[in-house]
């Protein structure tokens, strides 16, 4: 297997479609179920590490879909229900194959309330604390948890290889200083595009402008847009969003399924 950060989703939290929602975009993924896109969540992975990035509540229909069928490890980016929701998944896979329990790096401050949520996992999971700015050496890549702007205590992952970095963070709004110099002149920055139109939430997401404005001020390789709502507040189809963006020669509309080697 070679290196690949695969996007497992790539939509917000209510998905696309979202079961409630009969909008333009909604119609259009019902339609042409290639162009749905689950909740939020990556796996980076070689012959030797695979390390899942956060769990949605679609975690395993993702991982059957990209025939994933192994994790040594996992870090999620903050306890919001679409980015942890899919924990309860692991615990077939750890009792009937794995046999021991997997590392999970939390937020500091999720730890306690995973306790609280998830009693069942205690032996599935072993909980750890990630710390900011601290490299976790993961085979023949890294991997470095930075602060993003989210309301809770968030985390972005920088990924780094011998040849790319990339950065993904799905949920935040601009980033902070010294996160913006961390990141600066990523080969790939993976990052929260999750209104189109009016954002509703400034301080917590970006709308598809300021994840396109992230990109240039990062002076980002290429700038890939994930956590679409596509819904809000106004409703875009996928050709109508990729004739957008297509005059910004380096940015990209994540799907669900794309890889990335590195
Ligand atoms: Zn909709
Ligand atoms: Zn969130
Ligand atoms: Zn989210």
Not at 89 to 100: D, G
Not at 220 to 236: D, E, G, R
Not at 246 to 259: E, H, K, S, T, W
Request: charged share 25%; net charge negative; proline share 6%.
């Amino acid at each position: 297997m070679e290196r690949n950060f695969i996007l497992l989703g790539t939509g917000a939290g209510p998905g696309l479609p979202s079961f409630f929602c009969d909008c333009v975009a909604c119609q259009e993924a019902r339609n042409n179920p290639r162009l749905s896109r689950t909740r939020s969540g990556a796996f980076v992975g070689d012959e030797n590490k695979k390390i899942l990035i956060d769990a949605s509540p679609d975690l395993r229909s993702q991982l059957i879909r990209e025939k994933i069928s192994e994790i040594d490890c996992m870090f999620l980016t903050h306890w919001h229900y679409d980015h942890f929701g899919g924990l309860g998944e692991i615990e077939y896979f750890v009792k009937l194959k794995r046999r021991r329990p997997i590392l999970a790096y939390l937020p500091p401050s999720a730890v306690q309330e995973f306790e609280d949520a998830f009693p069942n996992l205690a032996d599935v999971l072993e909980v750890k604390p990630w710390e900011f700015e601290r490299q976790y050496h993961l085979g023949g890549f890294r991997l470095t948890p930075l602060p993003a702007n989210h309301g809770i205590e968030t985390a972005g992952f920088l990924v780094e290889s011998e040849l790319t970095r990339i950065a993904y963070f799905p949920d935040t709004a601009g980033l902070p200083e010294a996160t913006g110099r961390n990141v600066y002149e990523v080969d790939w920055l993976i990052c929260d595009a999750t209104f189109h139109g009016e954002n509703w939430f400034p301080h917590s997401h970006m709308s598809i402008e300021q994840a396109i404005d992230l990109g240039r001020s990062t002076q980002a390789q290429k700038t890939v847009l994930t956590h679409l709502a596509i819904h809000y507040s106004q409703p875009v189809t996928e050709s109508q969003l990729t004739e957008k963006v297509a005059r910004f020669g380096n940015v990209i509309v994540a799907y669900d399924g794309m890889r990335i080697k590195f």
